[in-house]
């Protein structure tokens, strides 16, 4: 689990992400404000977590940007812990957290995650 942790820290400073573990399974928390389940595509591949974000924003049309520092993708690349799989894996959005569940199991076939709105 010490490379998933390792690579949490290279996620960008405006991007939160808590990782809990029980018995039968991984909690990734993610905040992405902004981001809502049609702006997010979640997938597990070759022992991977492919984590991409799209944040929406609304700017006014008589505004125009003097400093932009919220970012609007989000696009992570994290090593699964050895025991996690994607079978299974459950993925929540609501307002703009993310909570990914990865079940605990022997074989991890690659899929993608599908996402739903609270």
Do not use: C, H, N, W
Not at 19 to 29: C, F, R, T
């Amino acid at each position: 689990m010490s490379a998933l942790r390792e690579a949490m820290r290279e996620l960008p400073d405006a991007v939160f992400a808590d990782l809990l573990e029980s018995e039968e399974e991984y909690l990734l928390v993610i905040d992405l404000p902004g981001a809502s389940e049609e702006t997010i595509d979640v997938s597990v591949v070759d022992g991977r977590l492919e984590i991409e974000a799209r944040r929406e924003k609304d700017v006014p049309i008589e505004f125009s940007y003097l400093q932009e520092e919220r970012s609007l993708f989000l696009d992570a690349d994290l090593p699964l812990p050895p025991d996690a799989t994607g079978a299974d894996a459950e993925a929540v959005i609501d307002r703009g957290v993310l909570e990914l569940r990865l079940p605990k199991r022997e074989a991890a076939p690659d899929r993608d995650v599908p996402i739903t709105g609270r």
